[in-house]
T-cell receptor, first 109, second 115 residues
Framework: KQEVTQIPAALSVPEGENLVLNCSFTDSAIYNLQWFRQDPGKGLTSLLL?????REQTSGRLNASLDKSSGRSTLYIAASQPGDSATYLC????????FGAGTRLTVKP | DTGVSQDPRHKITKRGQNVTFRCDPI?????LYWYRQTLGQGPEFLTY????????KSRLLSDRFSAERPKGSFSTLEIQRTEQGDSAMYLC?????????????FGPGTRLTVT
């Protein structure tokens, strides 16, 4: 059974810092890995999708990497802003989609 | 708006009552998923439809839960005899056919509170 773990569970940084969120998974036979953002009480917004054949994807200040062999992905956020404050979830798609518990990010002005 | 929509957004019910939620996927998407999310946790998979066929059900989906997608468009999730442990956010997602099948687009969710 696929297990997805996200570390840290919570992170607080001052505005302007670059930061890295981590996601690990136990079974490397995945179709893709997706990073989502979730604001309190809201649904999920897709940020980046990395296909199993890809190593990384970039969108604006976000960069996600995937290392299937080690079962790891990182989400890099450059020049963080208070508006980036949210919970970030990673999910791996194999037979179905399994989510980590998320990292709750707070960016202080 | 052409995103995934869910109705209602919030539902408060008393224990033992039945509730039904609706999900309207993105129009060209043939796959539809239901998830449940409790506080501080990631979403947990409940069930999955391809067109009108329910292809997979999680063991989380007890016999009090039933989902339908009768015409391959919108879907409903019904919970009978609700229990306090059913309180959660219920999320719906859809994905397109073909190679994009594994990129899911989520709705805003229905928050259920059972008192």
């Amino acid at each position: 059974k696929q297990e997805v773990t996200q570390i840290p569970a919570a992170l607080s940084v001052p505005e302007g810092e670059n930061l890295v969120l981590n996601c690990s998974f136990t079974d490397s036979a995945i179709y893709n890995l997706q990073w989502f953002r979730q604001d309190p009480g809201k649904g999920l917004t897709s940020l980046l999708l990395i296909q199993s054949s890809q190593r990384e994807q970039t969108s604006g200040r976000l960069n996600a990497s995937l290392d299937k062999s080690s079962g790891r992905s990182t989400l890099y956020i450059a020049a963080s802003q208070p508006g980036d404050s949210a919970t970030y979830l990673c999910a791996v798609a194999d037979y179905d989609m399994r989510f980590g518990a998320g990292t709750r990010l707070t960016v202080k002005p | 708006d052409t995103g995934v929509s869910q109705d209602p957004r919030h539902k408060i019910t008393k224990r033992g009552q039945n509730v039904t939620f609706r999900c309207d996927p993105i129009s060209e998407h043939n796959r539809l998923y239901w998830y449940r999310q409790t506080l501080g946790q990631g979403p947990e998979f409940l069930t999955y439809f391809q067109n009108e066929a329910q292809l997979e059900k999680s063991r989380l989906l007890s016999d009090r839960f039933s989902a339908e997608r009768p015409k391959g468009s919108f879907s409903t999730l019904e919970i009978q005899r609700t229990e306090q442990g059913d309180s959660a956010m219920y999320l719906c997602a859809s994905s397109p056919p073909g190679q994009g099948a594994y990129e899911q687009y989520f709705g805003p969710g229905t928050r259920l509170t059972v008192t």
